[in-house]
């Protein structure tokens, strides 16, 4: 069965702290890995991973998929309020005609200033 | 661009009336994907569409359960004879097409069974 299990499912931080969430994943014929930023009801996309050791960044975010470890890593550098959020991670499994993502559970980032 | 719309944002409903949830792609977006979040749950795939073929319906939980996607845009799901375990922020995601993994999301239903 495939699966997503994301660590830690809950954080608290200072502002100005560096964090890093984790992600590993069971997924068979695996394609590619995404990471959403969920603030209140809709996530919105931060990174799609396709190639191993290959960082992808935007601003403070980085993230890096590890196939060999069938993990992946978002870190957030200086981390401010606004980071505040739950962040998932989602490999797409392929169904039926379908590409659906298949979510971990997140991690709950909080950030107090 | 405008993204991916939905409404209502909020409804509450009393057990056992059936209740449609709507969304509207992002235009040209030919793949639209339905999820469910239920409180203190991942989110969960229900049904996909993709242009006029056959819809993905392998996640959809009972069958009190449809959706419908007329001329290939707006998206309609409808949950009949509502129960409480239904109460859920349903969410709405559009891709350009089939083998897209980039899925953008619209603000959601928060569903409210009492």
């Known amino acids: 069965e495939d699966k997503v299990v994301q660590s830690p499912l809950s954080l608290v931080v200072h502002e100005g702290d560096t964090v890093t969430l984790n992600c590993s994943y069971e997924v068979t014929n695996f394609r590619s890995l995404l990471w959403y930023k969920q603030e209140k009801k809709a996530p919105t996309f931060l990174f799609m991973l396709t190639s191993s050791g290959i960082e992808k960044k935007s601003g403070r975010l980085s993230s890096i998929l590890d196939k060999k470890e069938l993990s992946s890593i978002l870190n957030i550098t200086a981390t401010q309020t606004g980071d505040s959020a739950i962040y998932l991670c989602a490999p797409p499994m392929h169904g039926a005609g379908s590409y659906q993502l298949t979510f971990g559970k997140g991690t709950k980032l909080s950030v107090i200033p | 661009g405008a993204g991916v719309s939905q409404s209502p944002s909020n409804k509450v409903t009393e057990k056992g009336k059936d209740v449609e949830l709507r969304c509207d792609p992002i235009s040209g977006h030919t793949a639209l994907y339905w999820y469910r979040q239920s409180l203190g749950q991942g989110l969960e795939f229900l049904i996909y569409?993709?242009?006029?073929?056959?819809?993905?319906k392998s996640g959809l939980p009972s069958d009190r359960f449809s959706a419908e996607r007329t001329g290939g845009s707006v998206s309609t799901l409808t949950i009949q004879r509502t129960q409480q375990e239904d109460s859920a922020v349903y969410l709405c995601?559009?891709?350009?097409?089939?083998?897209?993994?980039?899925?953008?999301f619209g603000p959601g239903t928060r569903l409210t069974v009492t």
């Open positions: 569409f993709q242009g006029n073929s056959a819809p993905d």
């Open positions: 995601a559009s891709t350009v097409g089939p083998n897209s993994y980039e899925q953008y």
